[in-house]
């Protein structure tokens, strides 16, 4: 399996709502950044963090429209992150960077316009 088809397989977790899948593509000391807004070490940390989020979602899709890997095993995604929480849609422009140690996620950033999240979040 391919870091390109892990991360493909990351996203499958998130659009099934699976916060164990998701955690379980991280090493036991992942970082997680979403750049300008929270940063998490380590899979329990980032499991905490990201629990009540999905549990607050009745919906998540995520979707690529641009993959890519790059010789040293990185893979870049741009992607549109849609999150349904009550009433409201939240559609979010992505832009994601997976990096690994051995067949696991170890440092994952996510890039987005933070304003524009915080709007549709209002």
Known sequence: MTNTERVMAFIAAWNARDLDGILAG????AHYVNVGFSEARGRETIGASLGPF???ASEIRWSV???????????????TDVFVMGPKTITVPVMGVFEFQGELISAWRDYFDIPGFQAQMA
Not at 26 to 29: K, V
Not at 67 to 78: Q, S
């Open 26 to 29: 991280l090493t036991p000391d």
């Open 65 to 79: 429209h641009h993959i890519a890997e790059t010789a040293a095993g990185a893979v870049l995604t741009e992607r």
């Open 54 to 56: 999905i549990a607050g």
